[in-house]
């Protein structure tokens, strides 16, 4: 089974400053694909960015990019130019054909934008 | 192109008691997942419909069911409520074959 973790419970970060949350998995294939969810205080999981394994170029959106380690089954979203609508929790996530597409999510880390 | 919506916003209902919740998919989307996301915790994966069948379940009691209708909209139905499935209810459409899901705005239930 996968799991899916996430290791910073809260972060804080001033506005326009640059954040990074990590996110770590666990898993034996080796196609598959990650994601960043975004969920604010109205609740809604809005999709961040997508990376699949076997790309080794990492994605990026705008402002969104990540750091994808594939060997250290490490998956970390950086925030460039921190905006107060940034503020939310984010959800790193994990599925796969195998998995039958089903999401394994982590715990969430809660990101703070400070004006 | 409409988005995933969900209802209700909100829903109280009493121990014992049974409940729907309703789930329309984006358009051209065909495979409805569910999830229960607890106060404080990542989403947890209930099921998953890919035309009108069951194509994977979480580890949940079979008092959880479901169902999806022809033009893919979905319900999910709880049966003899516990306190526990306290929670917020997320439904996710996707397109077979394209891993990315898009989820609805959610469905608060309380179990008092």
């Known amino acids: 089974a996968q799991t899916v973790t996430q290791s910073q419970p809260e972060m804080s970060v001033q506005e326009a400053e640059t954040v990074t949350l990590s996110c770590t998995y666990d898993?034996?294939?080796?196609?598959?694909?990650l994601f960043w969810y975004k969920q604010p205080p109205s609740r809604q999981m809005i999709l961040v960015i997508r990376?699949?394994?076997?790309?080794?170029q990492n994605a990026t959106e705008n402002r969104f990019s990540v750091n994808f380690q594939k060997a250290a089954k490490s998956f970390s979203l950086k925030i460039s130019d921190s905006q107060l609508g940034d503020t939310a929790m984010y959800f790193c996530?994990?599925?796969?054909?195998?998995?039958?597409?089903?999401?394994?999510f982590g715990g969430g880390t809660r990101l703070m934008v400070k004006p | 192109e409409t988005g995933v919506t969900q209802s209700p916003t909100h829903l109280i209902k009493t121990r014992g008691q049974q409940v729907t919740l309703r789930c329309s998919s984006q358009?051209?989307?065909?495979?409805v997942s569910w999830y229960q996301q607890a106060l404080g915790q990542g989403p947890q994966f209930i099921f998953q419909?890919?035309?009108?069948?069951?194509?994977g379940r979480g580890n949940f009691p079979p008092r959880f069911s479901g169902l999806q209708f022809p033009n893919y909209s979905s319900e999910l139905n709880v049966n003899a409520l516990e306190l526990d499935d306290s929670a917020l209810y997320l439904c996710?459409?996707?397109?077979?074959?394209?891993?990315?899901?898009?989820f609805g705005p959610g469905t608060r239930l309380l179990v008092l």
């Open positions: 419909y890919y035309r009108e069948e069951e194509n």
């Open positions: 996530a994990f599925t796969s054909y195998n998995a039958g597409n089903m999401l394994t």
């Open positions: 996710a459409s996707s397109l077979r074959g394209v891993e990315t899901q898009y």
């Open positions: 358009s051209g989307h065909n495979t």
């Open positions: 990376q699949e394994a076997y790309k080794q």
């Open positions: 898993t034996s294939e080796s196609n598959y694909y």
